[in-house]
């Protein structure tokens, strides 16, 4: 019996390595082991947990160890990196859930109408002759992110599409805008107020 699921196995594993190279909308496949959830693969991987059950046609969160779950395309490792620098940038200090917030608007803002369409676009945008982003404007987007960054972005992209919404933070200690004093506060983590 064992052998036989042995065989099944491995031809199962051929034939979803064949899928992928056929041109399927999925960029790898993740072999679930024991204590493993869809939220801990999709923070894992940086994935939406939306879009892995609708790749998986799963209509619950329940999955097996041995189970072979494909997971989405996602953005670029050039952007995570990019995306982990602003958020070492911006949210140095402040605590681990303010560093998923600051990635999420990001992400957030790539996914509106009224702003670019690609990370880097976004991190980059000039509005009104300024930089969106004051690390980039004052070159601290160039220093390396730490671990907790590269996480954080990570698990801002599983919870893609989720969340309040927010477009923009400001520290109102700081902040010089009072239009940014006229958004509506999502939330508050740490020293930044997040708004849309």
């Known amino acids: 019996m064992k052998t036989q699921l042995k065989k099944a196995a ?3 594993l051929v ?3 064949l899928f992928a190279f056929q041109g399927e909308a999925f960029a790898s496949v993740h072999n679930v082991n024991k204590g493993d959830t869809l939220w801990k693969i999709s923070s894992q991987y ?13 209509n619950s969160h329940l999955i097996y ?26 949210a ?7 560093k998923v917030a ?10 509106s109408p009224d702003f670019p369409n690609s990370i880097k676009e976004v991190i980059y945008q000039i509005s009104n002759g300024y930089y969106a982003f ?16 590269m996480k954080a972005v990570n ?29 509506e506060v999502t939330t508050v983590i740490g020293k930044h107020r997040f708004a849309k």
């Not at 698990?155 to 940014?180: D, V």
């Open 46 to 58: 940086g994935v939406p947990i939306s879009e892995v059950m609708m790749l998986n046609k799963l």
């Open 102 to 111: 600051v990635a999420t608007v990001v992400l957030n803002r790539v996914d």
């Open 10 to 12: 491995a031809a199962l």
């Open 15 to 17: 034939g979803t390595s």
């Open 155 to 183: 698990e801002a992209l599983a919870f893609r599409g989720k969340g309040k919404g927010s477009l923009f933070f400001y520290n109102p200690q700081t902040s010089t805008s009072k239009w940014i004093l006229s958004r």
């Open 92 to 98: 140095k200090g402040e605590p681990y859930a303010g």
């Open 65 to 90: 160890p041995g189970q072979s779950i494909k997971l989405p395309a996602t953005i670029t490792q050039a952007e995570k990196n990019l995306l982990a620098q602003l958020v070492h940038a911006e």
């Open 134 to 149: 004051t690390p980039v404007a004052n070159g601290e987007i160039n220093r390396p992110a730490d671990s907790e960054a």
